[in-house]
């Protein structure tokens, strides 16, 4: 690198030259402006950007971004992207996923990245139904969706994403929305800044098949009534006039005045207490969550993988093929 | 049948050729370790030896019972030699159970050396037997060495302080002490070796050693055997440096030495299973020499862990048995239309599904060849043995970055677990293949090919080469594509490239006259059998030609002319005769003879001579 200025880039330099195939009015439009714009406002570096995605409307993201990009197949992306990191754990690994890639096909990976703690980004769209396939319910269907596979009502219970993640033992867990491009913006911004894996879920609008599931919760009408906002350092309030709060209790979570509330740390709260926010959703009644609702450190796969590799390096020495192949036991012949 | 009175009581002191020895016990007597000692042993000792783990799944099946007894044969020669043997000359039983298991395979006449210790009745009763075996007829023609090992391990160690137990677990070693007596060993190499093995547990080295002594000084003192033996090493083998080899490890090292001739970082993601798991361990203890391994959560995951690598420009490597290759199957199907270098290695072992996972089995040739969604070809390498498994493996890696390809190497059981000598390869002498990732956006286009029809490797963080790529079917410039044409042409091309490997490998060479009524062709871990049985039918006058095949697809070139000055073509392998329908697809003008067993158990020698007999008498 010189010290001369690097060229500033804008979000047309991570616009690919790939026409868009999205639905018309899909949420994940929405999503791709905003990373494009927080890509270029961030000052990311388009060459040593991936973006590794699974099968699904979502996993189509790679091709509309000016990165790298590896669309592989149903549910596998987070170990693709396992080993897309530790072979380069120099670069930027973005993962796009959706409902069912993440959580049906796919769990299992989910899992276990969320567990190592792979320093990579995940984005889970979630729009609570099988898109690509023509509208199915998928695994965050609520009870009871009446969809083609399921004419008189689904009977399995559904994910909590957030849930799931923290169950995990996840470092960093956030929920966002679509449509929302400077929450969205600043939460991108957050797990960007994450060392380890931060798993986003996105809350995204399938117009053609589960069209606006989510206004109950982030309608205009009713979203500040209907969601709080994590925001680290700041108290748990919402509401239009932000005078209701939340704090926790012996038993749990109560509601509360904004004197009360308590005051968000993400990375000193314990899991249970970022549980018992996660569960707000079971309840209609009580605001969905959205922001941050863990933000720890903890020893991360990609560096301590390859630090094993350096160590012993240096401890024995770089290898030969000579000395791995003329070590143990030999006899000589003639 | 005659009765022996005291067979083999009057033997004198003799040289032998060859030996062939059975140790058997319950899965936790240590069988596998006095087998694999006994080899270390003669293999310094010089003798040439090829060796036959036969073990159960289950680590620890119900003690004393028919299910858990674990065996190892173990040929050792002066001459130069192929197999194991068909039936041992001398079976080491520790208990009723693995006698009765055993015997039917001993030569007539040969020796049984019996722990009488294990033979009480709730022994007998674990191995479903209403008799003891030592009294009712059943070792009539066998020359029988009795000793309670039980009892003599417990002698040798009162002064020791392990507990009883513990003591009790160092009979293999007090049996392995009697073996190297009876075949004049040193027992040196196993010292040294007990004395690595347990450094943080002297009490341990002290107790196995003092067994070790006891049972060698036994068969000095107490005149066990009328007589010791001694297998002079070899001069049969080639001048060289040798040491003892099992094919895993050659495997493991063959990936090492691949990726460094490469110029790449190999990194592998794995999955433990039976028999490959082995594989896994040798590589994450090779992380001096710039090894990744990664444990992933299922066998997709390990393929996809090493997919991934390879899209970031390192050696993406995978490795599995049959059942983990069934799971990584879609994914195999992704590096094939992303065009990234691959290694995929299968430890074959008895199936369908989980099968019997520790014995052997061809049966994944065709699921290798063909088994994948859509038209989906991948070069496909076969090792033969754990001596020729290093030089394939560089191959392997060798085909994946030159060719772009994910590569699958086959091997087995047989090879992975068994033994040979390795006459170690001059390193110099290989060729390196140092990969050159393309850096120069001028004119790129995703998809253009080289000579070979490869495209060229574009590694993350290559500034102005930004790509996006994927299991879809994309154009030349690395676009998705759903034009007809382009289909076609591309398919044509992820075909053709394949078949352009043949240009890079070797034709076989034939063992025996080019012409003549029988072909032997083989591939895989029978090549030992093989090469036995021909030896034996041509000393009886036969002529009969053998050949071996490593490259199984593409097939290497110049074999339709081969093949056409032979009658027929006769193909043992240890499947309902996989390669024989891919043979006879592709060249049906031959007439092959398929010769299939499938018993989880390698080819007899003596079952090979009498099919080729039986072919030649028409």
């Known amino acids: 690198m010189t010290d001369t200025a690097t060229t500033t880039l804008t979000k047309k330099d991570f616009v690919s030259d790939q026409e868009v195939r999205w639905c018309p009015g899909c949420g994940d439009y929405a999503i791709l402006a905003a990373m494009q714009k927080y890509m270029a406002d961030s000052g990311a570096d388009p060459a040593n950007t991936v973006f590794v995605s699974g099968i699904g409307c979502s996993s189509r993201f790679p091709y509309y971004m000016n990165t790298y990009g590896f669309h592989t197949i149903h549910g596998r992306a987070p170990a693709i992207a396992t080993g897309v990191k530790v072979a380069n754990p120099d670069l930027s690994v973005w993962i796009v996923t959706g409902d069912g890639d993440a959580l049906s096909i796919g769990g299992n990976h989910l899992a276990h990245i969320l567990r190592r703690n792979l320093n990579v980004n995940i984005l889970l769209f979630n729009n609570e139904i099988y898109g690509l396939t023509k509208g199915q319910y998928s695994p965050t269907s609520p009870v009871g969706t009446k969809k083609k596979s399921t004419p008189l009502g689904s009977v399995d219970r559904p994910f909590n994403p957030i849930a799931f993640a923290l169950g995990c033992n996840a470092t960093f867990v956030a929920r966002s929305v679509d449509t929302d491009a400077k929450h969205l913006t600043r939460i991108l911004a957050a797990a960007d800044a994450h060392q380890g894996t931060s798993f986003i879920e996105i809350l995204q609008n399938c117009v053609i098949f589960n069209k606006d599931f989510y206004n109950k919760v982030v309608d205009r009408s009713v979203r500040a009534d209907m969601t709080v906002d994590l925001i680290p350092g700041e108290k748990i309030v919402y509401g239009a006039d932000k005078d209701k709060g939340l704090r926790f209790t012996a038993s749990g979570l109560d509601t509360c005045g904004v004197d009360d509330a308590e005051v968000w740390d993400p990375s000193t709260a314990t899991v249970s207490q970022a549980f018992a926010i996660a569960q707000l959703d079971t309840d209609p009644d009580t605001p969905k969550p959205l922001g941050i609702f863990r933000a ?13 590799v350096q160590d012993a390096v240096s401890t024995k020495g770089e290898g030969k093929i000579e000395d791995l192949v003329y070590s143990g036991d030999r006899w000589t012949v003639g | 049948m005659t009765k022996i009175e005291t067979p083999g009581a009057d033997l004198p002191l003799q040289q032998l050729e060859r030996v062939v020895i059975r140790f058997a016990g319950d899965s936790g007597d240590g069988m596998q370790i006095t087998g694999n000692q006994f080899t270390q042993t003669s293999a310094l000792f010089g003798n040439d030896l090829a060796t036959l783990p036969d073990f159960p799944a289950e680590i620890r099946a119900p003690a004393g019972t028919r299910p858990g007894v674990s065996g190892f044969q173990l040929q050792f020669s002066s001459k130069d030699i192929h197999t194991p043997g068909d039936a041992p000359d001398i079976l080491v039983a520790m208990n009723p159970a693995a006698l009765v298991v055993n015997l039917g395979d001993l030569k007539a006449g040969g020796t049984v050396v019996v722990n009488t210790g294990a033979f009480k009745a709730n022994d007998l009763k674990k191995a479903k037997l209403d008799k ?351 034009d007809a044409d382009n289909h076609q042409a591309m398919t044509n091309h992820r075909h053709n490239k394949v078949a352009a490997v043949a240009e890079s490998i070797p034709t076989p060479e034939l063992d025996g006259p080019d012409s003549g009524d029988l072909l032997i062709l083989g591939w895989g871990s029978t090549v030992g059998i093989l090469t036995q049985a021909v030896e034996t039918v041509r000393e009886d006058g036969a002529s009969v030609s053998r050949m071996h095949l490593t490259h199984i697809w593409p097939f290497p070139k110049g074999l339709d002319e081969i093949f056409s000055k032979f009658k027929a073509i006769m193909v043992p392998e240890m499947n309902m005769g996989q390669l024989t329908r891919i043979l006879r697809g592709e060249m049906p003008q031959h007439n092959f003879i398929p010769f299939t067993k499938v018993t989880g158990q390698p080819f007899l020698t003596t079952e090979v001579v009498a099919k080729i007999k039986n072919v030649l008498e028409g």
């Not at chain 2, 033969?384 to 290093?390: I, K, L, M």
């Open chain 1, 296 to 308: 720890v450190d903890a020893q991360i796969y990609d560096e301590s993988v390859r630090e094993q």
């Open chain 2, 132 to 482: 003891n075996p030592l009294e009712d007829g059943t070792l009539d023609g066998y020359r029988v060495i009795p000793v309670d090992i039980n009892a003599r391990v417990l002698d040798a160690l009162v002064d020791s302080p392990l507990k009883t137990k513990d003591k009790s677990r160092c009979k293999n070693f007090y049996t392995l002490g009697l073996m190297y007596w009876l075949y004049s060993r040193p027992l040196e190499a196993t010292i040294t070796w007990l004395h690595e093995k347990f450094k943080k547990r002297p009490e341990l080295v002290e107790a196995n050693v003092l067994a070790l002594k006891a049972g060698f000084n036994a068969g000095d003192i107490r005149e066990l055997f009328q007589g010791q033996y001694e297998v002079p090493k070899t001069d049969e083998l080639p001048a060289g440096t040798y040491r003892n080899m099992m094919g895993n490890d050659a495997i493991a090292m063959g990936l090492v030495a691949g990726a460094k001739m490469a110029g790449l970082t190999p990194v592998l993601g794995s999955y433990p299973i039976t028999p490959a798991s082995t594989i896994l361990e040798s590589l994450a203890s090779y992380k001096h020499f710039g090894v990744v391994t990664m444990q992933m959560e299922d066998e997709i995951a390990a393929i996809c862990a090493a997919i991934g690598a390879s899209f970031s420009g390192s050696l993406g490597i995978t490795s599995t048995s049959g059942p983990g290759m069934a799971l990584k199957t879609e994914a195999m199907g992704l590096a094939i239309s992303a065009e990234y270098p691959l290694v995929i290695i299968n430890i074959q072992r008895a199936g369908p599904s989980t099968g019997m996972p520790t014995k052997v089995e061809q049966s994944d040739l065709l699921q290798a060849v063909f088994g994948r969604n859509g038209d989906a070809p991948v070069p496909v390498i076969s090792c033969s043995r754990p001596s020729d498994a290093f030089q394939l493996t560089i191959d392997a890696c060798r085909i994946a970055v030159q060719y772009m390809t994910p590569v699958i190497l086959l091997s087995d059981n047989f090879i992975a677990n068994g033994a040979e000598p390795w006459c170690l390869p001059d390193i110099e002498s290989f060729k390196p293949f140092p990969v050159v990732f393309k850096t120069d956006p001028e004119g790129h286009q995703t998809f253009a090919r080289n000579e070979k029809g490869a495209r060229a490797w574009v590694k993350p963080g290559t500034p102005k080469m930004e790509f996006r790529i994927g299991g879809l079917e994309k154009d030349v410039e690395g676009n998705v594509s759903y």
